[in-house]
């Protein structure tokens, strides 16, 4: 049971360049989310998915995109890299009624220079 | 809005002592409150998770205390360990909003030999 699969690891953009991080869970849960992490700093929810083909904005969805094909997928995509978005990003899934564990992703270092 | 505050920021305590982790939060009702631990450069991984009605769960030298009437969590780490040095982050669901996850900043502990 691998739960929640995140890639790649790290990843190095310029300013200007785009790229798709990838989270995959094989847990059958409903709720996807997708969340950045700036150094000494707490989790900020960017966009979340309560199933299939449904998305919704977080707290700071400017300069992301996310799609829900299916409900093992949830991939995050980044247009036009900016400084701003060198983060550490974690997906996390969670089950259908949003009540059960929450498992994390070991996390996407992204740094935008 | 929903708030989940944490304290302190920032502790250091010495390995075998034991140290408390406060958490207050204003979402109401909420369906429950949880703990994770987060490794330095890793994802969060689950400690406890409580119901509203539940008063203390424990995981090893973990154990959390709630008290929903003053809208109050502990967490207190027994005879620390090197180990322990990690954030500690405290997320309640908020059951008026489907469950909604609101985020504590987190507290980071240092556990020195």
């Known amino acids: 049971n691998a739960g929640v699969t995140q890639t790649p690891k790290f990843r190095i953009l310029k300013i200007g360049q785009s790229m798709t991080l990838q989270c995959a869970q094989d847990?059958?849960?409903?709720?996807m989310y997708w969340y950045r992490q700036d150094p000494g700093m707490g989790l900020k929810l960017i966009y979340y998915?309560?199933?299939?083909?449904?998305?919704d904005k977080g707290e700071v969805p400017n300069g992301y995109n996310v799609s829900r094909s299916t409900t093992e997928d949830f991939p995050l995509r980044l247009e036009l890299a900016a400084p701003s978005q060198t983060s550490v990003y974690f997906c996390?899934?969670?089950?259908?009624?949003?009540?059960?564990?929450?498992?994390f992703g070991e996390g996407s270092r992204l740094t935008v220079l | 809005k929903n708030q989940v505050e944490q304290s302190p920021q920032s502790l250091i305590i010495l390995e075998g002592k034991n140290c408390t982790l406060q958490?207050?939060?204003?979402?109401?009702?909420?369906?429950?409150l949880r703990w994770y631990k987060q490794d330095t450069g890793r994802g969060p991984v689950s400690l406890t998770i409580?119901?509203?009605?539940?008063n203390t769960k424990s995981n090893g030298r973990y154990t959390a205390t709630l008290d929903a009437d003053t809208k109050q969590s502990s967490l207190h780490i027994t005879a620390s360990q090197l180990s322990d040095s990690a954030s500690y982050i405290c997320?309640?669901?908020?059951?008026?909003?489907?469950?909604?996850?609101?985020f504590g900043g987190g507290t980071r502990v240092l556990v020195k030999p």
């Open positions: 996390a899934s969670i089950n259908r009624d949003n009540t059960g564990e929450l498992f």
């Open positions: 847990m059958n849960h409903n709720y």
């Open positions: 998915s309560v199933g299939a083909g449904i998305t």
């Open positions: 958490c207050n939060y204003t979402v109401s009702p909420f369906s429950n």
């Open positions: 409580m119901t509203f009605s539940e």
């Open positions: 997320v309640v669901s908020d059951r008026a909003a489907g469950n909604k996850l609101t």
